[in-house]
């Protein structure tokens, strides 16, 4: 029953976090227009603004506009000042970045595949590599970390990962959360890109918006009314599992028809196998099948478009359930098989047009992700940085009251 | 970016609303109790609730278990003091119930049934009749009505209606919003009964709970995090539409194989129909030939158990689609299928131990609704209290401060 504002201390770190936020959205703002929007009184804006200034997560950047008077001195926040480490976990893939609190990627480093029976060592390699960063950076204030779901939050434990089980012997929570001079955060991989898509992305609304991840799994993150839509065990929205054709193909999870078997990267990699479509594909990886396989659909070969188009349209429905299950304002799709491109998208639209609630899917947006980097690993950042955003205070101690 | 708290005003009807609910839930609590469970200080409680005892809203019980200490007096919500109107809109029934703020039902009508081409009579029926309830009864502060889904909540506007499509010619915002001398909300059907539930129900788990709405369409409900799942629109968990069968029989919202097609009332009154299971099952309403059915099937009646069995796969189907793409602590049944009980009930039960995400499946409790009265018109009343619980001070005037 606890809600936000409750007593004066978490009343004052909710009006920092709110400016924080604004700032964050807006860019550089000044102090009059962040009190008209925050519906502060301009005492209470002089006062916060000067506890952000001292944290040093906010600075004045000089007249607005030109314009020489006290009020349109600009405030903007340090994006820069303090870093995250986020890291995405996928099947076969880790990739570990860092960034700063805009969502910009300062370094990167992939790791060897995984492969069954090696992710202890991948599990300790992730951790010396993230004791090597921050031990070089001292402005680093958190980690996040994107797993595949349906992850269990309170569990810390992945529920099912087809293709691959022996994750879900991982306890994330025991192996990560308190492993590292900064404090860990773990999400689903679907719903840290949804919070990369709010937090870091140009979209039109960042308070309503799903990430469709079609990877080596199909997962959705989605943001209704301004926050992630999570469940009683945060396992909401595992679209990857929900069945389009109860006549289907049984699925590892129980249930039989999910679309995830119907459009993933890994099933896609089966098909260009079984088709013979792309040379010495058994020996690849996922992703790289995949491009080669979108390389040639886009060079003019006919067989390889039409599993393009087929793999689309499957992508297509799951649109459509997106749409009348959740009625986000717009739809991103993002990992291996956003890669395809257009004659991915156009598919989707085409299905969508002929199966979508038609009130819905006129005021929906579908586009494919245009963060510079991974929307996951990206994501893994935002859940990193969202604990920064809300929570400012934990993380560079309390201000002078 | 407004979020509750923001100005002094809000902050203490923020405040007010928060006792108010915690006395909903809770029943009589103390005024040491409230302060501890809301995390507000002894002399902020002390101020609140004066405030409440004057407005009415809340009254002193004397002292709690016989211990005579002046922070033992017992503070209640007075549900009975303030009333609010409830409508249900379905295809072809409208019912209006008065209710206290407690949920109780303390009168009901049920109008004639509506046929096609008679949807302005009944408009205007129900306009004279509630205005005839407003007229007797001071004590009515608002309005709830509850319409068939998909709703888009800004337009006032139904976007399908299956079976019934002169529906959609309504504009329930220009009809009822200011038609009274108290204001009307409206909200989808499903989604009023899922506030029905958390507000007035007597589940585990108010925070996280479906109400999978079975009865003439079939909808949904979702309350995540203690509050609906609302989408762009307010049109977001349109289950109903949500394709079981991507090869299956075309809906006429344009998309094939909807849950609905499959497990309505409407859909069981043709299958009654075409089967000559009820005698003169052609004249009834859909109510009375499905509840004939359950009758026989009840009596031992093997292809009406059947027919019904059959049914309750379709909606065990819908139920693990609620599981995987929500994961709510508890899915609750209601509406005219609801009402075939255990037999329907065990049925549902095993298709979802088959099919649904086994950590997930293990922690949601599957329930028939036992609300004493109709969900969906509890639930029409429930939107109007909702309104009262978190505005208190918009229906009875601003307290003394």
């Given amino acids: 029953m606890t809600a936000p504002g409750s007593t004066h201390a978490s009343m004052a770190e909710l009006n920092r976090s709110r400016i924080i936020q604004l700032l964050h959205h807006n860019g550089i703002c000044s102090r009059a227009h962040i009190a008209r929007q925050l519906g502060l009184t301009p005492a209470a804006i002089t006062k916060i603004t000067a506890q952000l200034i001292d944290m040093g997560v906010v600075s004045e950047t000089g007249n607005l506009d030109g314009i020489k008077k006290r009020r349109s001195i600009g405030l903007q926040l340090n994006e820069s000042k303090y870093r995250v480490i986020g890291v995405k976990f996928a099947r076969t893939l880790v990739r570990i970045g860092v960034f700063d609190l805009g969502g910009n990627l300062e370094s990167e480093q992939l790791l060897p595949p995984v492969a069954i029976g090696s992710i202890r060592n991948t599990l300790d390699d ?3 590599r993230i004791d090597v960063i921050l031990d070089a950076d001292g402005s680093i204030v ?8 349906p992850y269990l939050r309170d569990e810390g434990r992945i529920a099912v990962v087809t293709s691959m089980v022996e994750w879900r012997d991982v306890n994330f929570i025991d192996e990560f959360a308190g492993a590292f001079r900064v404090p860990a955060f773990i999400e689903q991989d679907a719903r840290a890109g949804a919070l990369a898509q709010s ?6 609304n960042p308070r309503s918006l799903g990430y469709y991840l079609i990877g080596e799994g199909v997962g959705l993150g989605l943001i209704d009314d301004g926050g992630l839509v999570n469940g009683n065990l945060g396992a909401a929205t595992e ?3 929900v069945s389009i054709d109860i006549h289907g193909r049984p699925c590892e999870c129980g249930n039989v028809g999910c679309l995830e078997n119907y459009c993933s990267a ?3 990699h089966r098909a260009i196998i079984d088709g013979g479509l792309v040379d010495g594909a058994e020996g690849m990886t996922h992703t790289a099948a995949c491009t080669a396989l979108f390389r040639r659909a886009e060079d003019g070969d006919e067989t390889a478009l039409a599993l393009v188009r ?3 349209r499957y992508i297509g429905y799951g649109c459509v359930t997106i749409i009348n299950a959740y009625n986000p304002a717009q739809i991103i799709l993002g990992d291996i098989m956003a890669q395809a491109g257009p004659m991915l998208l156009d598919e989707v639209k085409a299905v969508v047009e002929r199966h979508a609630l038609s009130a819905l899917r006129d ?5 494919i992700s245009d963060l510079p980097v991974d929307a996951t690993l990206s994501g893994a950042a935002a859940v990193a940085a969202a604990q920064f955003l809300e929570h400012p205070t934990e993380f560079v101690g309390q201000p002078d009251d």
């Fill in 199 to 204: 937090l870091f992305g140009g979209g039109a």
């Fill in 310 to 312: 087929e793999f689309a």
């Fill in 126 to 128: 992730v951790k010396r």
């Fill in 363 to 367: 005021t929906t947006a579908i586009t």
């Fill in 239 to 241: 679209i990857g599992h």
């Fill in 142 to 149: 958190a980690i996040g970390m994107a797993v595949p779901g």
């Fill in 266 to 268: 890994v099933s896609l």
